[in-house]
């Protein structure tokens, strides 16, 4: 079981380019997330997605843009990348009903860092 | 707005024994869910506990129990026989379903140090 994949693990940006992080899920959940993890903080929600075609913004959306033509992935993309998005990125995914409710499956993470 | 709040940055526990986390939150709801999650290093995040806020009784998984106060809206983390692999971050949350979908308050995490 592969579960919830992410891509890069590690990327290193110059102010102004673009990215893509990649996040893939394999047990056909409808929810699913991007986190940020900045040190000594919890974890921020950027972007959440119900279902394939609905996507809708969380808490610090601001820079970033997701798409989710598929149930099984959920690319972020970064448009023009500040130093202020250095952090740790997350993707999750999570069960819409059943016994498993709230439980939030997670990716490994992208450190990514902005010079 | 709900807050979790974990007041106890980094701890450190000797082998075998046992050590509590601690974990309150603030929140007007009635109905909700509260998670302890394990991030060791390197690695991904994963469940550890769940509560249901409409549960009395305390949730147990193995060596991990909690110790849930509802109108003191706490939630502690006791981890009993600790072990090396305990050694990680561990994070408490708060969810409640919103329009659809849930919402999750994460706290800023406890750095969790076992011994040898």
């Known amino acids: 079981n592969a579960g919830v994949t992410q891509t890069p693990k590690f990327r290193i940006l110059k102010i102004g380019q673009s990215m893509t992080l990649q996040c893939t899920q394999d047990?056909?959940?409808?929810?699913m997330y991007w986190y940020r993890q900045d040190p000594g903080m919890g974890l921020k929600l950027i972007y959440y997605?119900?279902?394939?075609?609905?996507?809708d913004k969380g808490e610090v959306p601001n820079g970033y843009n997701v798409s989710r033509s598929t149930t099984e992935d959920f690319p972020l993309r970064l448009e023009l990348a500040a130093p202020s998005q250095t952090s740790v990125y997350f993707c999750?995914?999570?069960?819409?009903?059943?016994?498993?409710?709230?439980?939030?499956?997670f990716g490994e993470g992208s450190r990514l860092t902005v010079l | 707005a709900q807050t979790v709040t974990q007041s106890q940055p980094e701890m450190s526990v000797q082998e075998a024994e046992t050590v509590t986390l601690s974990c309150t939150y603030d929140?007007?709801?009635?109905?909700?869910?509260l998670f302890w999650y394990k991030q060791p290093p390197s690695r991904q995040m994963i469940l550890v506990i769940r509560?249901?806020?409409?549960?009395?009784q305390n949730a147990t998984e193995n060596r991990f129990s909690v110790n849930f106060q509802k109108a003191a809206k706490s939630f502690s983390l006791k981890i009993s026989d600790s072990q090396l692999g305990d050694t990680a971050m561990y994070f408490c949350?708060?969810?409640?379903?919103?329009?659809?979908?849930?919402?999750?308050?994460f706290g800023t995490g406890t750095r969790l140090k076992v011994l040898a």
């Open positions: 999750a995914s999570s069960y819409s009903a059943g016994a498993n409710t709230g439980e939030l499956f």
């Open positions: 047990m056909n959940h409808n929810y």
């Open positions: 997605s119900v279902g394939a075609g609905i996507t």
């Open positions: 929140t007007s709801e009635n109905n909700y869910y």
């Open positions: 509560q249901e806020a409409y549960k009395q």
């Open positions: 949350a708060f969810m409640k379903r919103v329009s659809g979908t849930y919402k999750y308050i």
